[in-house]
């Protein structure tokens, strides 16, 4: 199975800072990728596809880069509504994997 | 909209069989993959596998021994079966929708509020 390191497991953040989350893929995989976000007791939530294409209906302020084994999440000012759990995903090989996860909290 | 409704028992016993529900709404079953993903309390989310309306299915490896999916298309249903259940199946699970084709990967866009499984005897 293809291992997705998320890091860090945890941030404290501040309203209007910018975050950056990573994920490390275990092998060199296509753009299939995903990020979701995750609050307390809700589903999660799709956020960007193809490693950098925002869906629909999500805020500018989130974006998505990388490749090949590298890929980042970045929160440019963070909103109240974004303290959160991030997840990435991999969808390149079966079994689809996820990250561990990111817990943004509020500093 | 698309709406996706997991029901179900919330407790089952250890050995027994995990039976449960995926209902779509607002939309068709056609040209999807339906999926089945679980979280226990407090931890990261697992993919258990899916099934496209053709009637193939992909299940996740850890698992494929006890797990059985299903697609309705008459009722818009999609069912998950895991066998020989022990209490490190409890969890929440979660149906979703998702799409792909060979260029492009489009991720698990609707999803369920998901049902909380608890196995006990």
């Known amino acids: 199975d293809i291992q997705m390191t998320q890091s860090p497991s945890s941030v404290s953040a501040s309203v209007g800072d910018r975050v950056t989350i990573t994920c490390r893929a275990s092998?060199?995989?296509?753009?299939?990728v995903a990020w979701y976000q995750q609050k307390s007791g809700k589903a999660p939530k799709l956020l960007i596809i193809g490693a950098s294409s925002l869906q629909s209906g999500v805020p500018s302020r989130f974006s998505g880069s990388g490749s090949g084994t590298d890929f980042t999440l970045t929160i440019s000012s963070l909103q109240p509504e974004d303290f959160a759990t991030y997840y990435c995903?991999?969808?390149?090989?079966?079994?689809?994997?996820f990250g561990g996860g990111t817990k943004v909290e509020i500093k | 909209q698309v709406q996706l409704q997991e029901s179900g028992p919330g407790l089952v016993k250890p050995s027994e069989t995990l039976s449960l529900t995926c209902t779509v709404s607002g939309g068709s079953v056609d040209g999807y993959y339906w999926k089945w993903i679980r979280q226990p309390a407090g931890k990261g989310l697992e993919w258990i596998g899916r099934?496209?309306?053709?009637?193939?299915?992909n299940y996740n490896a850890s698992l494929k021994s006890r797990v059985t999916m299903s697609l309705d298309t008459s009722k818009s249903q999609f069912s998950l079966k895991l066998r020989s259940v022990t209490a490190a199946d409890t969890a929440v699970y979660y149906c979703?929708?998702?799409?792909?084709?060979?260029?492009?990967?489009?991720?698990?866009?609707?999803w369920g509020q998901g049902t909380t499984v608890t196995v006990s005897s």
């Open positions: 995903q991999q969808a390149d090989t079966l079994p689809v994997t």
């Open positions: 092998q060199g995989i296509r753009s299939w």
């Open positions: 099934i496209y309306p053709s009637g193939r299915t």
């Open positions: 979703a929708r998702g799409a792909e084709n060979y260029y492009y990967y489009y991720g698990m866009d609707v």
